[in-house]
């Protein structure tokens, strides 16, 4: 198990070269002078310029991309032109939200989705199959910030019972965690309901069923558990894409996390800001992956982790 | 075995659940009264606090409560106040200014204020080029509560310059650490920054001018104007700016208090003098009789601006009154262009920030469709914008200008701007420089407002730029919170901020 | 029908009929499906039509300052009301599905030629050009696409032509996967050989073989990958860096119509119900093929 954790994280040193390498690239092809952002559009050019040289603007982009890596290597992300603060400290101090937010997201996601996946598999074809998976594709169709709009101006702008943006008032996360919550149930739902099928066709349930056990029973007991293992994997999936922070909800509200600073970033043009969010992102993405195929294979004694199967 | 993992997997759900419900903690119980601490959202994040690097609106919050000058404003009067001076001196020939200072202030950090701090804040003034001491050589400390100014030459502005929210006095050798170290002598010092997200001030129990009356004050970014809106309605907020768009709903509202200001940003609409179009004055002044002002006002600021007739806005002295500006007359405009050899038209690239004139722009750009122009929008993030105009390679271009003497609005036509990185016009007047000149070296303000009067005069006559309007800065707060300062230069003044029962 | 083939229907119990006929009906039958096809063809005509339903000069860019922020059905030449600066919401949304269309179905266009071609060349090749090829797809996912999408538009300037470009890299990491994994399958199929033995080149077994069977995947895959491009056009124009001004564009409508949601929400309400129904369509459609083309991937 160690082993394959170890060659995991090692796969990760190439994806970080190469995300680094062309995000950098990508955004030195960018107009817009930093120093200018940092010390806003009215600044004296001399102060400008002065600011330039300290932050090693004026070097190719080869020598400023070899310096990043340089630091990086040693644990130094460098230092946000915007806040001034070390981007680790930035990322780290805005992910908690984003966490709890990505959580409360997955919750309303699954309370959703399982139930109606588990109904859809059940009474396969009926009326609520059709509208389950429609309802499903329609969560999955709805653009986030436009979901997010809507909701803030339903529940906040006409009702006034929940807020419209900011984490720190009471019930900030429900709104947010509505919108991105609703976008996942299509993918969970979905999922739940072809395990689930597959799984009731299986002999051992026929079997039970034959036997004369409870056909309730037979659902929650035997075939449920078994259902399950694929959809959990697809929920840490799912959930490890929320730690991307979503972008478009977390601007609607406000939301104090890394896809508002993410993209923040990418627009001002910070640029150690702008790739130390990238690559932790993808840090996160890969060891969320990791996690679900360890989990998966925890679960179900079928999987080894080398592959193949028993 | 199967049994086990349904088992570990609903108590990691549960432990994640109960995780998850801690962060979900909101502000305590509501308390009896007024709350000793207020909160103020601002649009954008608080953050490079530089007062010399740093000039975008929101960071004068910080300037004013933070930090002290040497001068300070009467705004009806006219007249300078002291503050950190207690009295000053000018010299005959104009070439040395001695203030003498407070030997009662410290830093929030405990130190003594002293010469020293002003004589380094003014070292670093004039190395960061902040324009807050035009022509000044460099400051020496007499003793410890007596500096001197030594000027290179006899500037009329420098005093005007000292009360200005950006004239910081700096802790001596603090150097670029004050970004993200506020260290000043201010009525307030800072408690908390979380960069990004809010920012805590408390009131300094050493300061040696007057107490403020709110002991706390929590500055939070939310950049959704309808959010700020809502906050304060619902009382998450105490303070925040609105846009035009929102006045409506916020004066409906019994409980709130608006405060308005005639904004001192100038907008105009900049033309680029090397363009093989734009030199010609026939198709200046086209384009001036082509754009109307106030559907532009109203579509962009639901009608709550003033039209601009000159650079200088009326509130600020040297303003030249008795100009008006060309009046909107699209037939003379077209008759104008053709009289140009240009009745077909031709292209025009307009580069512009986004998120500030995105409706500015494409009124614009229909506006002069009508006359045959044809305008492609170049809107950009608000540095790469600046960093095209700055470097005279947009052809028309919108900016603003905001300040508290009439030198800053009308030098962006100086010719000193075709060198010194500043190049929105790629202007060379004789007539405009001249007048700047004098007015800068002229210490009598009648003599002074008569150079900016010509020199408006002849930017009106040679249709330099087209001057467009001067918005209004809405703030709201409950209508038990008064005090809030909007000043007539850019920021607000929050020391002043008081409960009303 | 022949004698014989009366036979074989009356002993096997059911019509002889060919493949395509067998997955039309498979698709019909499908009412899901249906409504899918008939909506997007709905929205594929008015994009299409777009320059002849509106005219583009006094309808969708005409600025109208006495006009503005009109409800709908307030004046009966708006009749679904003005924006803030008095152009005609209708014209616009309809001229938008043109640019939300065409965006969306060049990006997967661009994304799905490239990841063809990396595809079918690393599956089929395979060893240390297969491992090279899919290391660098995995470096390019790395980066959730619309991060990715948005650092390409921040850096080389929001226009149409690069919002296309920045969709579609987001995209090729999973096409080449997807393409590479079809070859596989096919890759050592008889006929296959065969054409080796018939001295046929490399180039010409992937392109004459390999990608005509790999047509049902990337069927598939366009149908959904259009909507997901849609969806990342109106994102990147809802935070500015998309369509530029005067065009309109679904999402940054809703962005202008932000700011006046309290007392003009059809103005961020119908544009977002554009977007939802389109992408809604496209799933539907998408879902639908791939169950008709494959019915033993349906749940």
Same mark, same amino acid.
């Given at each position: 198990?160690?082993?394959?954790?170890?060659?995991?994280?090692?796969?990760?040193?190439?994806?970080?070269?190469?995300?680094?390498?062309?995000?950098?690239?990508?955004?030195?092809?960018?107009?817009?002078?930093?120093?200018?952002?940092?010390?806003?559009?009215?600044?004296?050019?001399?102060?400008?310029?002065?600011?330039?040289?300290?932050?090693?603007?004026?070097?190719?982009?080869?020598?400023?991309?070899?310096?990043?890596?340089?630091?990086?290597?040693?644990?130094?992300?460098?230092?946000?032109?915007?806040?001034?603060?070390?981007?680790?400290?930035?990322?780290?101090?805005?992910?908690?939200?984003?966490?709890?937010?990505?959580?409360?997201?997955?919750?309303?996601?699954?309370?959703?989705?399982?139930?109606?996946?588990?109904?859809?598999?059940?009474?396969?074809?009926?009326?609520?199959?059709?509208?389950?998976?429609?309802?499903?594709?329609?969560?999955?169709?709805?653009?986030?910030?436009?979901?997010?709009?809507?909701?803030?101006?339903?529940?906040?702008?006409?009702?006034?019972?929940?807020?419209?943006?900011?984490?720190?008032?009471?019930?900030?996360?429900?709104?947010?965690?509505?919108?991105?919550?609703?976008?996942?149930?299509?993918?969970?739902?979905?999922?739940?309901?072809?395990?689930?099928?597959?799984?009731?066709?299986?002999?051992?349930?026929?079997?039970?069923?034959?036997?004369?056990?409870?056909?309730?029973?037979?659902?929650?007991?035997?075939?449920?558990?078994?259902?399950?293992?694929?959809?959990?994997?697809?929920?840490?999936?799912?959930?490890?894409?929320?730690?991307?922070?979503?972008?478009?909800?977390?601007?609607?509200?406000?939301?104090?996390?890394?896809?508002?600073?993410?993209?923040?970033?990418?627009?001002?043009?910070?640029?150690?800001?702008?790739?130390?969010?990238?690559?932790?992102?993808?840090?996160?993405?890969?060891?969320?992956?990791?996690?679900?195929?360890?989990?998966?294979?925890?679960?179900?004694?079928?999987?080894?982790?080398?592959?193949?199967?028993? | 075995?199967?049994?086990?993992?349904?088992?570990?997997?609903?108590?990691?759900?549960?432990?994640?659940?109960?995780?998850?419900?801690?962060?979900?903690?909101?502000?305590?119980?509501?308390?009896?009264?007024?709350?000793?601490?207020?909160?103020?959202?601002?649009?954008?994040?608080?953050?490079?606090?530089?007062?010399?690097?740093?000039?975008?609106?929101?960071?004068?919050?910080?300037?004013?409560?933070?930090?002290?000058?040497?001068?300070?404003?009467?705004?009806?009067?006219?007249?300078?106040?002291?503050?950190?001076?207690?009295?000053?001196?000018?010299?005959?020939?104009?070439?040395?200014?001695?203030?003498?200072?407070?030997?009662?202030?410290?830093?929030?950090?405990?130190?003594?204020?002293?010469?020293?701090?002003?004589?380094?804040?003014?070292?670093?003034?004039?190395?960061?080029?902040?324009?807050?001491?035009?022509?000044?050589?460099?400051?020496?400390?007499?003793?410890?509560?007596?500096?001197?100014?030594?000027?290179?030459?006899?500037?009329?502005?420098?005093?005007?310059?000292?009360?200005?929210?950006?004239?910081?006095?700096?802790?001596?050798?603090?150097?670029?650490?004050?970004?993200?170290?506020?260290?000043?002598?201010?009525?307030?010092?800072?408690?908390?920054?979380?960069?990004?997200?809010?920012?805590?001030?408390?009131?300094?129990?050493?300061?040696?001018?007057?107490?403020?009356?709110?002991?706390?004050?929590?500055?939070?970014?939310?950049?959704?104007?309808?959010?700020?809106?809502?906050?304060?309605?619902?009382?998450?907020?105490?303070?925040?700016?609105?846009?035009?768009?929102?006045?409506?709903?916020?004066?409906?509202?019994?409980?709130?208090?608006?405060?308005?200001?005639?904004?001192?940003?100038?907008?105009?609409?900049?033309?680029?003098?090397?363009?093989?179009?734009?030199?010609?004055?026939?198709?200046?002044?086209?384009?001036?009789?082509?754009?109307?002002?106030?559907?532009?006002?109203?579509?962009?600021?639901?009608?709550?601006?003033?039209?601009?007739?000159?650079?200088?806005?009326?509130?600020?002295?040297?303003?030249?009154?008795?100009?008006?500006?060309?009046?909107?007359?699209?037939?003379?405009?077209?008759?104008?262009?053709?009289?140009?050899?240009?009745?077909?038209?031709?292209?025009?690239?307009?580069?512009?920030?986004?998120?500030?004139?995105?409706?500015?722009?494409?009124?614009?750009?229909?506006?002069?469709?009508?006359?045959?122009?044809?305008?492609?929008?170049?809107?950009?993030?608000?540095?790469?914008?600046?960093?095209?105009?700055?470097?005279?390679?947009?052809?028309?271009?919108?900016?603003?200008?905001?300040?508290?003497?009439?030198?800053?609005?009308?030098?962006?036509?100086?010719?000193?701007?075709?060198?010194?990185?500043?190049?929105?016009?790629?202007?060379?007047?004789?007539?405009?420089?001249?007048?700047?000149?004098?007015?800068?070296?002229?210490?009598?303000?009648?003599?002074?407002?008569?150079?900016?009067?010509?020199?408006?005069?002849?930017?009106?006559?040679?249709?330099?730029?087209?001057?467009?309007?001067?918005?209004?800065?809405?703030?709201?707060?409950?209508?038990?919170?008064?005090?809030?300062?909007?000043?007539?230069?850019?920021?607000?003044?929050?020391?002043?901020?008081?409960?009303?029962? | 029908?022949?004698?014989?083939?009366?036979?074989?229907?009356?002993?096997?119990?059911?019509?002889?009929?060919?493949?395509?006929?067998?997955?039309?009906?498979?698709?019909?039958?499908?009412?899901?499906?249906?409504?899918?096809?008939?909506?997007?063809?709905?929205?594929?005509?008015?994009?299409?039509?777009?320059?002849?339903?509106?005219?583009?000069?006094?309808?969708?860019?005409?600025?109208?300052?006495?006009?503005?922020?009109?409800?709908?059905?307030?004046?009966?030449?708006?009749?679904?009301?003005?924006?803030?600066?008095?152009?005609?919401?209708?014209?616009?949304?309809?001229?938008? $599905?043109?640019?939300?269309? !065409? +965006?969306? /179905?060049? *990006?997967?266009?661009?994304?799905? =030629?490239?990841?063809?071609?990396?595809?079918?060349?690393?599956?089929?090749?395979?060893?240390?050009?297969?491992?090279?090829?899919?290391?660098?797809?995995?470096?390019?996912?790395?980066?959730?696409?619309?991060?990715?999408?948005?650092?390409?538009?921040?850096?080389?300037?929001?226009?149409?032509?690069?919002?296309?470009? $920045?969709?579609?890299?987001? !995209? +090729?990491? /999973?096409? *080449?996967?997807?393409?590479?994994? =079809?070859?596989?399958?096919?890759?050592?199929?008889?006929?296959?050989?065969?054409?080796?033995?018939?001295?046929?080149?490399?180039?010409?077994?992937?392109?004459?073989?390999?990608?005509?069977?790999?047509?049902?995947?990337?069927?598939?895959?366009?149908?959904?990958?259009?909507?997901?491009?849609?969806?990342?056009?109106?994102?990147?124009?809802?935070?500015?860096?998309?369509?530029?001004?005067?065009?309109?564009?679904?999402?940054?409508?809703?962005?202008?119509?932000?700011?006046?949601?309290?007392?003009?929400?059809?103005?961020?309400?119908?544009?977002?119900?554009?977007?939802?129904?389109?992408?809604?369509?496209?799933?539907?459609?998408?879902?639908?093929?791939?169950?008709?083309?494959?019915?033993?991937?349906?749940?």
């Amino acid at each position: 198990m160690l082993k394959y954790i170890i060659k995991r994280l090692l796969l990760l040193i190439p994806v970080i070269l190469g995300v680094t390498a062309i995000v950098f690239f990508i955004m030195s092809l960018a107009p817009g002078d930093p120093a200018l952002s940092i010390l806003g559009p009215d600044a004296e050019p001399e102060a400008v310029e002065h600011l330039r040289e300290e932050l090693g603007l004026n070097d190719p982009v080869i020598v400023q991309y070899a310096n990043y890596m340089w630091d990086f290597i040693h644990g130094d992300l460098g230092t946000s032109y915007n806040s001034g603060r070390p981007v680790l400290e930035e990322y780290l101090y805005f992910f908690p939200a984003t966490f709890k937010l990505a959580f409360w997201s997955m919750f309303v996601a699954v309370i959703i989705s399982i139930p109606i996946g588990i109904i859809s598999a059940v009474k396969q074809y009926s009326l609520i199959d059709n509208i389950g998976m429609v309802g499903a594709l329609a969560g999955l169709s709805i653009p986030n910030f436009w979901l997010g709009l809507m909701l803030i101006m339903v529940f906040s702008l006409n009702l006034g019972i929940l807020p419209s943006g900011g984490a720190t008032a009471p019930g900030a996360v429900i709104l947010p965690a509505i919108t991105i919550g609703t976008g996942l149930t299509a993918t969970i739902t979905r999922m739940m309901r072809s395990s689930m099928l597959e799984t009731i066709r299986q002999d051992y349930i026929r079997t039970a069923r034959a036997k004369g056990v409870n056909s309730k029973k037979v659902i929650t007991g035997h075939a449920l558990r078994n259902a399950l293992i694929p959809v959990v994997t697809v929920i840490c999936m799912d959930f490890g894409y929320c730690l991307a922070g979503a972008s478009t909800t977390e601007i609607v509200f406000s939301w104090p996390g890394i896809g508002r600073l993410t993209v923040n970033a990418i627009n001002s043009q910070d640029r150690p800001l702008a790739i130390g969010c990238l690559i932790m992102t993808a840090i996160a993405i890969c060891v969320s992956n990791m996690v679900m195929d360890i989990l998966y294979a925890i679960i179900d004694p079928r999987i080894k982790l080398t592959g193949g199967s028993k | 075995m199967k049994k086990n993992w349904l088992r570990t997997l609903s108590l990691v759900l549960c432990l994640a659940l109960c995780f998850g419900l801690i962060g979900c903690g909101g502000p305590g119980e509501a308390e009896e009264g007024n709350p000793e601490q207020i909160v103020i959202a601002t649009d954008v994040d608080l953050k490079a606090l530089d007062p010399m690097g740093n000039w975008s609106g929101a960071c004068y919050y910080i300037y004013w409560t933070c930090y002290d000058r040497l001068l300070g404003y009467d705004y009806e009067t006219g007249e300078f106040l002291p503050e950190l001076a207690t009295s000053w001196e000018v010299s005959e020939d104009g070439m040395e200014y001695i203030f003498h200072l407070r030997d009662d202030v410290k830093w929030h950090d405990g130190t003594q204020f002293t010469a020293k701090d002003v004589v380094y804040t003014v070292k670093r003034g004039i190395e960061t080029q902040c324009g807050n001491y035009p022509s000044v050589s460099h400051a020496e400390a007499i003793d410890d509560f007596t500096v001197k100014y030594i000027m290179n030459e006899p500037n009329s502005l420098v005093l005007d310059k000292q009360w200005i929210g950006d004239a910081a006095i700096i802790q001596d050798g603090c150097g670029d650490d004050v970004a993200t170290n506020i260290m000043g002598t201010g009525a307030y010092k800072v408690k908390e920054w979380h960069i990004g997200e809010h920012l805590i001030i408390e009131a300094n129990p050493d300061y040696w001018g007057e107490q403020p009356a709110i002991k706390e004050i929590k500055y939070v970014t939310m950049p959704e104007a309808n959010a700020r809106l809502m906050a304060v309605q619902a009382g998450d907020v105490h303070v925040a700016s609105i846009p035009a768009a929102n006045i409506k709903a916020a004066q409906e509202d019994e409980n709130l208090t608006i405060y308005t200001n005639q904004s001192t940003s100038l907008n105009y609409l900049g033309m680029n003098h090397s363009n093989e179009y734009l030199s010609n004055k026939l198709v200046r002044q086209a384009i001036y009789h082509a754009i109307n002002k106030q559907d532009i006002i109203d579509a962009a600021l639901e009608g709550y601006a003033v039209q601009a007739d000159v650079l200088v806005p009326p509130s600020i002295q040297g303003h030249a009154k008795d100009i008006k500006g060309y009046e909107y007359d699209v037939e003379k405009a077209k008759a104008l262009l053709a009289e140009a050899g240009y009745a077909d038209g031709f292209d025009l690239e307009l580069t512009y920030r986004t998120g500030m004139y995105d409706v500015q722009a494409q009124i614009i750009q229909a506006q002069l469709k009508e006359i045959g122009i044809n305008v492609t929008l170049d809107g950009r993030e608000s540095a790469a914008a600046s960093e095209k105009i700055n470097a005279g390679q947009s052809q028309l271009n919108l900016g603003y200008r905001g300040s508290s003497n009439a030198d800053y609005y009308l030098s962006i036509m100086h010719s000193d701007r075709m060198t010194d990185g500043r190049n929105i016009l790629n202007l060379s007047n004789e007539g405009i420089d001249a007048a700047l000149d004098k007015a800068k070296t002229t210490i009598d303000t009648d003599a002074r407002t008569q150079e900016y009067i010509k020199c408006q005069q002849i930017a009106h006559d040679e249709v330099v730029v087209v001057p467009l309007y001067s918005g209004t800065v809405f703030n709201i707060s409950p209508k038990n919170l008064a005090g809030v300062q909007l000043l007539p230069t850019s920021g607000s003044d929050h020391r002043q901020i008081h409960w009303v029962e | 029908m022949s004698k014989k083939k009366k036979n074989q229907a009356q002993s096997t119990g059911r019509k002889n009929i060919s493949k395509g006929q067998d997955i039309r009906r498979r698709f019909m039958r499908n009412r899901n499906s249906v409504i899918g096809l008939v909506l997007t063809a709905i929205f594929v005509f008015v994009a299409l039509a777009a320059p002849i339903l509106v005219d583009y000069d006094t309808q969708v860019i005409q600025q109208s300052i006495p006009d503005r922020l009109l409800q709908p059905g307030e004046n009966p030449e708006h009749p679904l009301g003005t924006d803030e600066i008095g152009r005609d919401v209708m014209a616009r949304l309809i001229y938008a $599905a043109k640019m939300s269309l !065409s +965006i969306g /179905a060049m *990006s997967v266009v661009i994304a799905i =030629a490239i990841g063809v071609f990396i595809g079918s060349v690393a599956g089929y090749f395979g060893g240390k050009v297969d491992t090279v090829l899919m290391r660098l797809m995995e470096v390019l996912d790395g980066v959730p696409s619309f991060l990715m999408a948005l650092t390409i538009c921040a850096a080389l300037g929001a226009s149409v032509y690069t919002l296309m470009i $920045a969709i579609a890299v987001g !995209s +090729i990491a /999973a096409q *080449s996967r997807m393409v590479r994994s =079809a070859v596989l399958t096919v890759k050592n199929n008889e006929y296959v050989e065969a054409a080796k033995a018939m001295g046929a080149t490399d180039m010409q077994i992937i392109f004459y073989h390999i990608i005509p069977n790999c047509v049902g995947t990337i069927i598939v895959q366009f149908s959904v990958k259009i909507a997901g491009g849609i969806l990342s056009a109106s994102s990147l124009s809802f935070l500015g860096l998309g369509v530029q001004p005067p065009d309109p564009e679904w999402g940054a409508m809703l962005s202008g119509g932000r700011t006046y949601m309290l007392d003009n929400p059809t103005l961020t309400l119908f544009p977002g119900l554009c977007i939802m129904i389109v992408i809604l369509a496209l799933n539907m459609l998408g879902d639908g093929l791939r169950d008709s083309l494959d019915p033993r991937l349906k749940g």
